[in-house]
């Protein structure tokens, strides 16, 4: 399995942007699709956005659609998570997440996560209002 690093998160004013990184290191031989979640204390982990190994697929959640964007550089081992326009109600830990790799990369799968096979420590992103 991978090793995951987030970096990135900390206060921003609501209407700021912020950019989160996801160092992935170990068996990165295997083609993964990744994927940032978040998490508010007392409530379930919550899908943000999945991108393909290639890059090519991506899936947002409705709440972040048009506002953030995921990408990677396989060359340098790292997924990123742009996130642009921010609320106060994306104040949350985001963590990264490595699906599966017998998975298909789909809505349906990415969504779940049960479905990951590795996670990273996680960073916290406040939005002040």
């Known amino acids: 399995q991978v090793q995951l690093a987030e970096l990135g998160g900390g206060l921003v004013e609501a209407g700021g942007s912020l950019r989160l990184s996801c160092a992935v290191s170990?068996?990165?031989?295997?083609?993964?699709?990744m994927a940032w979640f978040r998490q508010v204390p007392g409530w379930e982990r919550e899908f943000v956005s999945a991108?393909?190994?290639?890059?090519?697929?991506?899936y947002y959640a409705d709440s972040v659609k048009g506002r953030f964007t995921i990408s990677r550089d396989n060359a340098k081992s790292t997924v990123y998570l742009q996130m642009n326009s921010l609320y106060s109600e994306d104040t949350a830990v985001y963590y990264c997440?490595?699906?599966?790799?017998?998975?298909?990369?789909?809505?349906?799968?990415?969504?779940?996560?049960?479905?990951?096979?590795?996670w990273g420590q996680g960073t916290q992103v406040t939005v002040s209002s």
């Open positions: 997440a490595a699906l599966s790799p017998g998975l298909p990369l789909t809505i349906a799968t990415a969504t779940q996560h049960y479905n990951y096979v590795s």
């Open positions: 170990g068996r990165t031989g295997t083609t993964y699709a």
């Open positions: 991108i393909s190994w290639s890059g090519v697929e991506t």
